[in-house]
């Protein structure tokens, strides 16, 4: 029974990879903004779908943000507890940030875990870049896992308050895993921190 799901599963592979891909993109033909703010922008278009009809597409257009999983020497993370005001409630959050126009990716990482944690790292490795709201929005994150960590001190913007900590992998895991950590940003890094610290990537 395996061996002939093995086998049919192979046919379908094959039989998609032979097929030429359906061309699924959406043309822009006219596009309007809606509402400009200092971080986010909203636009509605008229798009062209594959099939000729023409719909509205609403989307809010974002800078990015990079997103640290800052791992220190004895093998604690460093998140971050902060309100956040569209749901009204705090939240646990790995360090993250806007990057500003024209911003290095990594000199944003670099900048924003010193701000809001007060640390510095030797290194830093590019571990993937997230689209997380892809059906309303253009917004990517960039995740870097830094090391070799130096407190030297937050020095936070003015009207940003929250708290840092330490906090082991495992017991980060299991506040996702029981509802404490929900945050997408940091469920995401904290999956891709366990696969780097078990030597999975």
Same mark, same amino acid.
């Given at each position: 029974?395996?061996?002939?799901?093995?086998?049919?599963?192979?046919?379908?592979?094959?039989?998609?990879?032979?097929?030429?891909?359906?061309?699924?993109?959406?043309?822009?033909?006219?596009?309007?903004?809606?509402?400009?703010?200092?971080?986010?922008?909203?636009?509605?278009?008229?798009?062209?779908?594959?099939?000729?009809?023409?719909?509205?597409?609403? !989307?809010?257009?974002?800078? $990015?943000?990079?997103?640290?999983?800052?791992? *220190? +020497?004895? =093998? %604690?993370?460093?998140?971050?507890?902060?309100?956040?005001?569209?749901?009204?409630?705090?939240?646990?959050?790995?360090?993250?940030?806007?990057?500003?126009?024209?911003?290095?990716?990594?000199?944003?990482?670099?900048?924003?875990?010193?701000?809001?944690?007060?640390?510095?790292?030797?290194?830093?490795?590019?571990?993937?870049?997230?689209?997380?709201?892809?059906?309303?929005?253009?917004?990517?994150?960039? !995740?870097?896992?830094?090391? $070799?960590?130096?407190?030297?001190?937050?020095? *936070? +913007?003015? =009207? %940003?308050?929250?708290?840092?900590?330490?906090?082991?992998?495992?017991?980060?895991?299991?506040?996702?895993?029981?509802?404490?950590?929900?945050?997408?940003?940091?469920?995401?890094?904290?999956?891709?921190?366990?696969?780097?610290?078990?030597?999975?990537?």
């Amino acid at each position: 029974m395996r061996d002939a799901c093995k086998f049919i599963f192979s046919e379908m592979f094959f039989n998609f990879m032979s097929k030429p891909p359906l061309d699924l993109t959406e043309k822009t033909i006219s596009s309007r903004n809606v509402f400009d703010g200092d971080l986010l922008h909203v636009r509605a278009d008229q798009a062209r779908l594959p099939d000729g009809k023409v719909r509205v597409r609403e !989307y809010i257009t974002h800078p $990015g943000a990079v997103v640290i999983i800052p791992l *220190l +020497d004895n =093998g %604690e993370l460093v998140l971050e507890r902060q309100h956040r005001y569209p749901l009204h409630r705090d939240f646990y959050e790995l360090p993250a940030g806007k990057i500003d126009s024209g911003e290095d990716p990594l000199l944003c990482a670099q900048r924003e875990l010193l701000e809001e944690t007060g640390y510095t790292a030797e290194s830093w490795r590019h571990i993937t870049t997230l689209h997380p709201c892809i059906g309303y929005s253009d917004e990517k994150l960039i !995740y870097y896992l830094a090391k $070799g960590l130096t407190f030297e001190g937050a020095a *936070l +913007d003015e =009207g %940003e308050h929250l708290e840092a900590f330490t906090l082991t992998l495992i017991t980060a895991l299991e506040w996702v895993k029981t509802g404490k950590i929900t945050d997408n940003k940091t469920v995401s890094g904290l999956f891709w921190a366990e696969k780097v610290l078990c030597g999975d990537w």
